[in-house]
T-cell receptor
Framework: GQQLNQSPQSMFIQEGEDVSMNCTSS?????WLWYKQDPGEGPVLLIA?????ELTSNGRLTAQFGITRKDSFLNISASIPSDVGIYFC??????????FGTGTLLAVQP | NAGVTQTPKFQVLKTGQSMTLQCAQD?????MYWYRQDPGMGLRLIYY???????DKGEVPNGYNVSRLNKREFSLRLESAAPSQTSVYFC???????????FGDGTRLSIL
């Protein structure tokens, strides 16, 4: 089945560093979503993007909907230990079904 | 503020046993979804219900059946469990087809 290419697969950083991750697709999407999943829990929505070029922030998180509609990135500034988790991108196109990336595992060392 | 509630949280089955996973949402959402999550695979759609009274296959429907019991509840049934169905199952819902999906906390299912 179709999946998004999400990178990097994992990141190990020091507290206070900035983080960047991205997703690319061969298909055009109308919506990009970014989720965070903590151990033993379900994905929680962080940011939703609905328009090409859109740049949206949620606290220390910033995400952008790529101009080509085939990519998106998520930045986390000044990381803290509670940022630890798995981050997923998800795209939705004409089928109205969400396609998920394979996730980026983020570890933050205090 | 329950959101999406899944039961049970954990289950161990023997090969060939049957099992129904329950999902209920209290947000008056129209659409509901079942996914499975396997290591390195992200979330894959099993079945979905765009609105009450309708169900459709997703990416990996084989070995599963679903029932949209009412607007609140969407169940997933394994008629004859197989080891390949060992996974974490997530239910999600959303108000409409352009809205973000909200997820439950998952059911961890092991089949021996």
């Amino acid at each position: 089945g179709q999946q998004l290419n999400q990178s990097p697969q994992s990141m190990f950083i020091q507290e206070g560093e900035d983080v960047s991750m991205n997703c690319t697709s061969s298909s055009i999407f109308n919506t990009w979503l970014w989720y965070k999943q903590d151990p033993g829990e379900g994905p929680v929505l962080l940011i939703a993007l609905y328009k090409a070029g859109e740049l949206t922030s949620n606290g220390r998180l910033t995400a952008q909907f790529g101009i080509t509609r085939k990519d998106s990135f998520l930045n986390i500034s000044a990381s803290i230990p509670s940022d630890v988790g798995i981050y997923f991108c998800a795209g939705q196109g004409a089928t109205n079904k969400l396609i998920f990336g394979t996730g980026t595992l983020l570890a933050v060392q205090p | 503020n329950a959101g999406v509630t899944q039961t049970p949280k954990f289950q161990v089955l023997k090969t060939g046993q049957s099992m129904t996973l329950q999902c209920a949402q209290d947000m008056n959402h129209n659409s509901m979804y079942w996914y499975r999550q396997d290591p390195g695979m992200g979330l894959r759609l099993i079945y979905y219900s765009a609105s009450e009274g309708t169900t459709d296959k997703g990416e990996v429907p084989n070995g599963y059946n679903v029932s949209r019991l009412n607007k609140r509840e969407f169940s997933l049934r394994l008629e004859s469990a197989a080891p390949s169905q060992t996974s974490v199952y997530f239910c999600a819902s959303r108000v409409g087809q352009s809205a973000p999906q909200h997820f439950g906390d998952g059911t961890r299912l092991s089949i021996l």
